[in-house]
């Protein structure tokens, strides 16, 4: 996938990326997940940090649940951030 070319070098880089991507606006895409704008925007700036429980549900909502090279990155960029447990 074009996306991961360059590989992003931060979780919030790839989550906003995948965002564009499925043409959804941080409100948009926050609605989804359950999350105001400014979380979306403080999980993109990585200022706030993700939750891995939460990755799938990102996933499914940008469309990439599917793809597990996507979602893999997702994961690894989120733990190298010290992603949270719940």
Not at 39 to 61: D, G, H, W
Request: proline share 5%; glycine share 8%.
């Amino acid at each position: 996938m074009h996306l991961l070319i360059p590989r992003p070098r931060s979780f919030g880089e790839l989550l906003r990326r995948l965002r564009k991507w499925a043409n959804l606006t941080q409100g948009e895409f926050g609605r989804l997940i359950g999350y105001s704008t400014s979380q979306v925007a403080r999980l993109e700036k990585n200022e706030r940090k993700p939750k891995l429980c939460e990755i799938n549900v990102y996933a499914c909502a940008l469309g990439v649940h599917d793809q597990p090279d996507v979602c893999a990155i997702l994961i690894t960029l989120a733990i190298e951030q010290g992603a949270k447990n719940g």
